[in-house]
C-alpha cells in the first residue's frame, strides 16, 4: 500500500549568499513571475494579487453561470410576451399589461448582460449585507 503524498507547498524558501526569499508557484501568478525567485517582502503583495485574481475568477464563473441560466428563462418569457402582443384580439387594458412586461423583460436582460462584463470585484454594504457593486465592477 503506497502511503499519501503531502501535497506540494506553494511557498518554497530559498538561501543564497546575501539573498533570501521564497519562491511562489501559484497559478495566479504563475506568467508574472515564471518561478523566479522573489524577495521575502514581496510574498505578501502576490499572495494577496493572488487572492484578488483567484476571487474575480470565481465571481466571474458565478456570473457567467448565472447570465446563461437567466438568459434561457428570459427568452422564453419574452418569445411568450412577443406571441401575446401579435394578437389582434387583445383588449387594450391586457396589451398594456404586456408592454410593462416587455418592458421588464428588457431591463432584466441588461442586468444579465452586466453580469458578463465584471472586469473586479467591488463589494458594497446593504442592509441584507454585502452585496457586489455591479456597476463599479464593471469599470
Known sequence: MALPRKAPSARHSFDLPGRTGVIVQHPAVE????S??????AVG?????ARDEARLEGVQLAAREIAHLLNNDLAVAVGLVELLQERDDLPAHLRDMLFGAAQSL???ARHVAQLQGIKRVIVKETP???S?????SRR
Open 31 to 34: 506568467g508574472l513571475l515564471d
Open 128 to 130: 441584507a449585507g454585502q
Open 132 to 136: 457586489l457593486d455591479l456597476e463599479r
Open 45 to 49: 503583495v502576490l499572495e494577496s494579487r
Open 106 to 108: 428588457d431591463s432584466a
Open 36 to 41: 523566479q525567485m522573489v524577495p521575502a517582502g
